[in-house]
Structures are given as C-alpha cells and as structure tokens.
C-alpha cells in the first residue's frame, strides 16, 4: 500500500471540504411524523394476492395425498364407454407397473454403486498387503 498520488489525494480532500460544508440537512422530524398519521392504512393489509389464492385447498385435503386403495382417486370418469374404460384401466395398470419397475431399477442401481465402492477399497487394501507381503 504506497502513498496515494497527489491527484487523488487533492480530490478526496476537496470531496470531504465539500460534504462537511453541505447543509446536513434537517433533523426535525415532526412533519413527516405528521404527514404518516394522515395516510389511511387498510387495516386488512395489501390484498394484491387475493384473487390468486381463491378457490385454493389445504395440501391435506388434496386427493394426490390419498391412499391408492381409494376409490374416488383411482376411478375413471363415468362418462367413457365402457370398451375406453377398460383401455384406459389397462393403460393405468401397466404405467404403474413400468413406473415401479424403474424406481425399482434405479435403488438396485444406487446399492451396486454403493457396494461396488466398498469392493474398490477392499481390493486396494489387499493388494497393498499383498505388495507389502511379496516385496518382504
């Protein structure tokens, strides 16, 4: 940290002059006070949110939450023919199927990788007992 040229140091000197001979301003504050008062205040708060959040549930009334053994979470709409519904129950049962097989595959995936790991670390040990042995 040298010395600051004489440039610079002519500029803060002139900054600080000018900002200690500047008004500091006022320091009553009785008329903002005075002016806050006047100001009406909702006292129900902002209510710019408020079309948003209509007609919204609690998450534990939410039907994603329910038991799939519930009836009402797992039926298909009256309204499709018979022929459509059976489809669609067919289509919903192998989704599930697939989808459990995956989640299934990919916690398989997550142990090997987790054992395989394990069996990397024992096999550097041995081999080092085994150099550490033959080089004996």
């Not at 609690?58 to 309204?79: H, K, R, T, W």
């Not at 995936?109 to 987790?114: L, V």
Request: glycine residues 8%.
């Amino acid at each position: 940290m040298g010395a600051l040229p004489a440039s610079r140091l002519l500029g803060c000197l002139l900054l600080f002059s000018f900002l200690s001979a500047a008004p500091a301003g006022r320091a009553d504050f009785a008329e903002p006070l005075g002016r806050a008062a006047r100001i009406k205040v909702n006292p129900r708060g902002s209510l710019w949110a408020t079309g948003h959040f209509m007609g919204k549930k609690s998450i534990a009334a939410s039907p994603l939450l329910e038991s799939p053994g519930d009836a009402a979470a797992n039926s298909i709409p009256v309204a499709f023919s018979p022929t459509l519904r059976a489809v669609l129950q067919d289509m919903k049962e192998l989704l599930t199927r697939e989808l459990l097989k995956i989640l299934l595959q990919e916690r398989l995936i997550d142990e090997n990788r987790g054992k395989s790991e394990l069996q990397n670390e024992e096999t550097g040990l041995v081999m080092k007992v085994l150099e550490k042995y033959l080089s004996n």
